[in-house]
Every structure is written in structure tokens, then in C-alpha cells.
């Protein structure tokens, strides 16, 4: 398509490769195999099958890419025509609505969806590239398209000479003889119609008229009419992602009509159950939109999430929904914490207990949590001179593997000394392995050269925080996990300088400020509220209740009455 005097302004055209077309015409060939659908008699190509010996070809032929690929735009015929391309090798034809008729973009979607070829936007001013051709007009030119089925008011005149121009007829029956499919009409959802287009059923149709039953806008200079044609190729095992904003209409009808299921994610892709399901064991995956990040940010989402795997909670993200209550301690001794003082089993079940009375206080989702420091500050040196034993893996295994089985998170926390954090967390990469386990730093056990614990209170670094947040965001990303949590602790602002500017650019994980300072309430609130001084964008909060040293302890209702913001995460120790 182009804008101007079509005689003498446009913009010359490759010769087309052209199907065959059918010696009896291909409106008549599909009024024939439309009848022979809609009296339950079959036939090899329902829209007219190889006429007058010579083979019909494909309403369209669909294919998927390989590999996650993110349409990344908010333009609506931007969306539609990098869809079209993505998954339609060639097309006999398109259907191609007015992109200023909702209700003619929502219908022409439909009508593409049911026939299996793409759907397009006819072109505005404006919208001609600089040798003067129309960026739809090309794309009609790859896919070889004879036609277009008109949606709205589609100016024909503006369509190259050699395509056909069909209008949609607006009964039902009519439409369903024109395409050789049984049509049902359904009303348009004006407030969601991706989300109605999604859930469209075979030969489900949105209905010609607006709510009020005005007629819509026919199509002007139309002109020849449908080739033969038989049933799309579609494709199997592909999935297409939509946050559900009406720019995404035409670009799902295309991917509806690749063979693509239409997954539904308003966040992340693998935000909710629901969606994990629909992507688990798919093979070729398309998203659109801006909503998903990166190409490389998407790619990670939608691997993952055909995994099948979940977190405690549901869904592949840390929060959304959910706020966590845990133990805090160490299983190799009773003086950190209340997670040390009973077995493995009585732990988990501890941890139950101690969630249970947040149930009733909030209505997201309280998920039981463990929080075990793996690496424990000490007062000597050590063979390393780190000032830090680092327990063995194994003795974790037990436990993280009871967590798992009971449905409860697992935050591993780190207190290095003189060494760094990374150096320490990479030791434990077999527990990382695990899904349902995340890493807590605590820089208060964090030491300078010379320094020695209790003498001082340690600090980090943020460049070395940034280091670690990276290193846990490409372990999560390469080995195709979920959302990890990342938890800084922190009760003065010396603890982290320059928290500003803590990266949290990286979706693989999610961070969390934890204000674990002890004495009375007084002293705690005056902290909380400092630490919300400037903080960085983004971050979760974590408050500590520490059962001995609290004066008094909070209870639960208490806890989330008197601490605001509401924290995402509370442990006991």
C-alpha cells in the first residue's frame, strides 16, 4: 500500500510470485467448499481442493522460530506486520483492517485466527518508507498474497493493482462461505479484547457492529475477488505471549493464526501458575510488547517457564503476591537462631508454625521460609585467614531438600570476613542449583584487612554487591531458573556506602533491604525509617524479630500493624 496518486506516484514493484488461480473462479470455489463443511461431507482441500488439475495452495504456511523471540514494539501495525513476518513464510491472503476501528482490528484479527493468515493494518499517512513504498505493501509482496479480505473502512485505491480487494461480509453465513469455514459470532469486549481473543474457540468470529449495532464502515475500491485456496498450514508446540494491551489485536490474530496458543502474562512471563502451564514443553515461543525486558531478559523468562518449574507459592517470581516468615539461624549449632535448636524435620515443621498466624493478616500468599547461614563469622583466623568457616555443602543438603518437599523457601546467608561475597557464594553453586534457594549478604560479618569481628561493625562495598547480584542473575539465566532472592542485610547506612546505587537492573533477581537491627521498638522504628531514606528503586523490605533481645517482641498482628511499609519478608531469630 501507498499514499498519493496511485497512477503516478507509485512506487515500482517487483513482479510478484503468483499461485495459480482456480479456472472457475476462487469465490466460487470457496462458496463450494463451504457447503461441503457446513452439510459434514469432507474433502481433502476444504476451499476447493486441486481444481481443474492444478494443485490450490495454503491459506498460509506457518512457521516458528527456534529460539524465544521478543517483538518488542507498542505500535500497533508495527506489531501486526513483525508478527506476520515472524511466523508466515507465504499467504494466498491477508486480511487487512482499518487501524483507527477497534472493533474492525478485533474482527479482522478473529477472521485471520479462524483461517490461519495473517492480519494486517492498512497503512496512514505518513506511514511510506523513504523509496516510497508501504512497509504492508511489502509485506503482501513476501508473502506472495492474490488478496486482501477487507475489515472497515480500508481505502482499496491504496492496495497495488494486481491484489484482489474482498470486504468482509458482515452476516455471518456469508463470511463463513466466502472463507469455506463454519463462522460463529461472538460480541467484542471493548475493554479486553486480547484477552477475548485469546480465548476465541474454532470458528469463533467478533461480530461486525459496535454495541450500539451501528454498521461498520465498508471498504472502498474493492475489486476482484478471493483465489482458491485450502486449509492452513499451522504449526504445533508454539505459544505466543501478550500483556493484554489492545496494540497486541492484530499481531495475536496473526500468531492465532500460525497454530500459536495465546498465553496471557501481564508481568513476567512466568509470573502465575497458569502460564507455566501453557508454556511447559513448548518449543517455539513469541512475545510482544515492551512489558518482558530485553531480548535476553525475555529469552531466560521464556525458557525457564517451559521448564515447568514453580516456586513455594506458585509462578517463577520471588514476590507478586506472596510475603515471606522464616527461621533464621544455623542447623550446626543453637546459639544463632531458633533454626538451629531442633532437627531437620522439626525445623521445617517450626517454620510452619511460625508462618501459620500471618495467614489470617494479609490476603497475599504467606510462604514458610528458612534462613541458614552456611558461612559462619568467626573469632579466629582460620587455615584461610578469612575469619569465616565455611560449613560443608552436604550438611545442607537435608534440610534444603525437606524445605523443598514442604513448600517453603530457603535463603542461604553469608557472613565472609576478610574474603568477599562472591568468592564464598560460588561454593555453594550445588545448593543455588536448587529452585526454591536464594542468598542473603550480611555485611555486618563483612571485614577489612586488619579488621576482626567484634570490633567493629563490617561493611561492603556496593561495587562488590553489584558483583554478586551479577553473578547470581547469569547463574539463574544460564542454568534456566527461577527468579532468585537476594536479601541485604542492613541496620546502619555505613553498612552498604553509596546504596544508591545498587544494581537492580537484572529481573533474574529479586532484592531485599532487611533491617535486622534488635533493642526496643523505638530504636527499631527510628531505623526502619532511616534505612527507607533514599532507597533504591525497586526493593523488597525485611524486618527481623528477634525473640530475646526485642524489647518487647512484636506478635504477628503487631508485626504487620506497626511496620510500614507492610515487609515482604520477616524472620525470627
Not at 501459620?356 to 514458610?368: S, V
Not at 557472613?415 to 568477599?420: L, M, W
Not at 542468598?439 to 586488619?450: F, G, S, T, V
Not at 534456566?480 to 555505613?494: A, D, E, N, S
Request: with cysteine; glycine share 10%.
Amino acid at each position: 500500500m501507498v499514499n498519493g496518486d496511485r497512477d503516478t506516484r507509485r512506487h515500482p514493484q517487483p513482479p510478484r510470485p503468483r499461485h495459480p488461480r482456480s479456472p472457475h473462479g476462487g469465490l466460487l470455489a470457496a462458496v463450494v467448499a463451504a457447503a461441503l463443511v457446513l452439510s459434514g461431507c469432507s474433502s481433502p482441500n476444504p476451499n476447493g481442493g486441486d481444481r481443474g488439475g492444478r494443485d490450490v495452495p495454503p491459506a498460509g504456511i506457518a512457521t516458528g522460530p527456534e529460539q524465544p523471540t521478543l517483538i518488542a514494539s507498542d505500535d500497533a501495525t508495527e506489531l501486526a506486520l513483525n508478527t506476520s513476518a515472524t511466523y508466515f513464510t507465504s499467504a494466498t491472503f491477508a486480511v487487512v483492517a482499518d487501524p483507527a476501528d477497534p472493533y474492525a482490528i478485533a474482527r479482522a484479527a478473529s477472521i485471520a485466527a479462524t483461517v490461519g493468515v495473517p492480519a494486517l493494518l492498512a497503512e496512514t499517512a505518513g506511514r511510506v518508507g523513504a523509496d516510497g513504498a508501504s512497509p504492508v505493501d511489502a509485506e503482501l509482496d513476501r508473502l506472495g498474497a492474490e488478496a486482501v479480505v477487507a475489515v472497515g473502512a480500508v481505502d482499496g485505491e491504496l492496495v497495488a493493482d494486481d491484489i484482489a480487494v474482498v470486504p468482509a461480509p458482515d452476516a455471518a453465513g456469508e463470511l463463513g462461505s466466502l472463507l469455506g469455514v463454519r463462522v460463529t459470532e461472538v460480541a467484542l469486549d471493548p475493554a479486553a479484547p486480547v484477552s477475548q481473543l485469546a480465548g476465541l474457540g474454532d470458528g469463533e468470529v467478533i461480530t461486525a457492529s459496535a454495541p450500539d449495532n451501528a454498521t461498520e464502515a465498508s471498504a472502498t475500491g474493492t475489486r476482484g475477488e478471493l483465489p482458491a485456496f485450502s486449509t492452513a498450514r499451522r504449526i504445533e508446540g508454539a505459544a505466543t505471549i501478550t500483556d493484554g494491551s489492545p496494540a497486541q489485536t492484530a499481531a495475536l490474530g496473526t500468531a492465532r493464526a500460525a497454530g500459536a496458543t495465546a498465553v496471557l502474562a501481564p508481568d513476567a512471563v512466568g509470573a502465575s501458575p497458569e502460564t507455566i502451564a501453557l508454556l511447559a514443553g513448548r518449543t517455539s515461543i513469541v512475545g510482544l510488547g515492551h512489558r518482558y525486558g530485553d531480548d535476553a531478559t525475555f529469552t531466560w523468562q521464556a525458557l525457564t517457564a517451559t521448564t515447568g518449574i514453580e516456586l513455594p507459592g506458585g509462578g517463577q517470581q520471588v514476590f507478586g503476591g506472596k510475603r515471606y516468615i522464616a527461621l533464621y539461624g544455623s542447623p550446626a549449632t543453637a546459639s544463632l537462631g531458633l533454626l538451629g535448636e531442633q532437627g531437620t524435620n522439626e525445623t521445617v515443621a517450626r517454620a510452619e508454625q511460625m508462618a501459620a498466624p500471618y495467614a489470617g493478616l494479609t490476603e497475599d500468599r504467606i510462604i514458610p521460609a528458612l534462613e541458614i547461614i552456611v558461612t559462619i563469622a568467626s573469632g579466629g583466623a582460620g587455615e584461610d585467614g578469612n575469619y569465616s568457616n565455611e560449613l560443608p555443602v552436604a550438611d545442607f543438603v537435608p534440610l534444603v531438600e525437606a524445605a523443598q518437599a514442604a513448600g517453603q523457601y530457603v535463603v542461604l546467608d553469608f557472613q565472609p570476613g576478610r574474603t568477599d561475597f562472591v568468592t564464598q557464594v560460588e561454593q555453594y553453586e550445588e545448593l543455588l542449583r536448587y529452585p526454591h534457594v536464594g542468598i542473603a549478604l550480611d555485611p555486618e560479618w563483612r571485614l577489612r584487612p586488619n579488621q576482626v569481628h567484634l570490633n567493629q561493625i563490617g561493611s561492603v562495598e556496593i561495587d562488590e554487591v553489584n558483583r554478586t547480584v551479577k553473578y547470581l542473575a547469569d547463574f539463574v539465566r544460564e542454568n534456566r531458573l527461577p527468579q532468585k532472592l537476594l536479601v541485604l542485610h542492613q541496620f546502619q547506612t555505613r553498612m552498604i556506602p553509596d546504596r544508591a546505587q545498587l544494581d537492580t537492573s537484572r529481573a533474574e533477581v529479586a532484592l531485599l533491604v532487611h533491617a535486622d537491627g534488635q533493642g526496643s521498638q523505638e530504636a527499631k522504628q527510628d531505623t526502619w525509617r532511616t534505612l527507607h531514606v533514599d532507597p533504591p528503586e525497586g526493593v523488597a523490605w525485611g524486618w527481623k524479630n528477634f525473640i530475646d533481645e526485642d524489647q518487647p517482641i512484636l506478635t504477628p498482628e503487631q508485626t504487620y500493624q506497626q511496620v510500614d511499609p507492610l515487609p515482604e519478608f520477616v524472620s525470627y531469630q
